[in-house]
């Protein structure tokens, strides 16, 4: 079974500063990937995922993350964040069509 | 857009009750999911559903039952609840084929008392 290791709970950053949250996954076979963000009071939001092909993905919000097989992780990286990317973060796993096993999540805390 | 709507945002119960939670969702996607959400815990898998009629234990079913009569339609059921049943549940959706992508519903935070 697949299983997915969030290794921050909280990160707290400040305005316009990059930012890493960090992701490792274990499992045998190849996975799919995927990042989801919650904002307060809402569901979960799909950001990006890896299914196959170029290991970097982006989101349409200047998120990204790469996928690195041979340290089995996903990280999600953003140059520069905004106010509004204060929110809780969810990464997964999946092999194939099989359900998804989430991380833990990373509160994501950014401060003017 | 796919929705998915889940009718109770709050619900106070006491222990005992019978508790339903209600998932609607309206692009005609044959899965249905329910997971629960504590702090530090992340999402955990109750229950699924790959069609009409059909369910599957998640990672944690204990406690919980679910039902789909209709396709559109996948309820959540505690038949007695207790105060460690106190959480966010989560309702998603996705089509057969595809991304393995889940669309969500806003979520239903239960108090059981």
């Known amino acids: 079974a697949q299983s997915v290791t969030q290794l921050d709970s909280q990160v707290p950053v400040f305005e316009e500063a990059p930012v890493e949250l960090r992701c490792n996954y274990s499992s045998s076979v190849s996975v799919y990937l995927f990042w989801y963000v919650q904002y307060p009071n809402q569901g979960l939001q799909l950001l990006l995922k890896?299914?196959?092909?170029?290991?970097l993905v982006e989101s349409i919000n200047g998120f990204e993350a790469e996928f690195n097989k041979s340290q089995t992780s996903f990280h999600l990286r953003k140059p520069s964040v905004h106010i509004s990317d204060t929110a809780e973060y969810f990464c997964?796993?999946?092999?194939?069509?099989?359900?998804?096993?989430f991380g833990k999540g990373t509160m994501l805390l950014v401060s003017p | 857009d796919v929705k998915v709507t889940q009718s109770s945002r709050y619900l106070v119960k006491r222990t005992g009750e019978k508790v339903f939670l209600e998932c609607v969702q309206d692009?005609?996607?044959?899965?249905m999911f329910w997971y629960r959400q504590d702090p530090g815990l992340g999402l955990r898998l109750i229950y699924f559903?790959?069609?009409?009629?059909?369910?599957e234990k998640g990672d944690i079913p204990e406690g919980y039952s679910v039902s789909r009569e209709k396709k559109e339609r996948f309820s959540l059921i505690l038949e007695s609840a207790s105060t460690n049943q106190t959480s966010m549940y989560l309702c998603a959706s996705r089509p057969r084929g595809g991304a393995n992508v889940l669309t969500f519903g806003a979520g239903s935070r239960l108090t059981v008392l």
């Open positions: 890896y299914l196959s092909g170029s290991t």
């Open positions: 997964a796993v999946s092999v194939g069509y099989s359900t998804l096993t």
């Open positions: 559903s790959y069609d009409v009629k059909m369910k």
């Open positions: 692009m005609d996607h044959e899965n």
